[in-house]
């Protein structure tokens, strides 16, 4: 009688191992599909990004052009003077822009982030690893 309660025992514990075994297939295939998906929209946030900032420097390129035009109506200025202004008006966001890039940047960071960023510098230079 032991036996055959063994036999049972086995029995019962390979087919509750074997629905859990198909219940974490399910969940690992479901979560692949999610990856699949958010990657998709990651992409596609990442392509209408830069879209937006081409059509943003489209945007700044032709309000450089418009402020030059109207510095010279206005002021009467030649194309030099409003080259220089615009020009030191530029250097000036891009100094400021960087500097606080800078301080947003700085800190502590995890080791793996610190891995990953020198694993991508490398691979952008094309260093070997």
Known sequence: MSDSNNSKGFGAAARVSALAGSI?????R???KEVSRE???LISGGIFLAIGGILMLF???????????WMQNTFNWNIQSSLIIISLIDITLAGISFRLGGYLTKGPYLPETLEGL?????AVFGKPQ
């Open 24 to 28: 974490m297939d399910l969940h690992v």
């Open 30 to 32: 479901i979560a692949l």
């Open 39 to 41: 990657r998709r929209r």
């Open 59 to 69: 945007t700044l390129l032709s309000f450089h052009v418009i402020s030059i035009i």
């Open 118 to 122: 020198s694993k991508s510098t490398k």
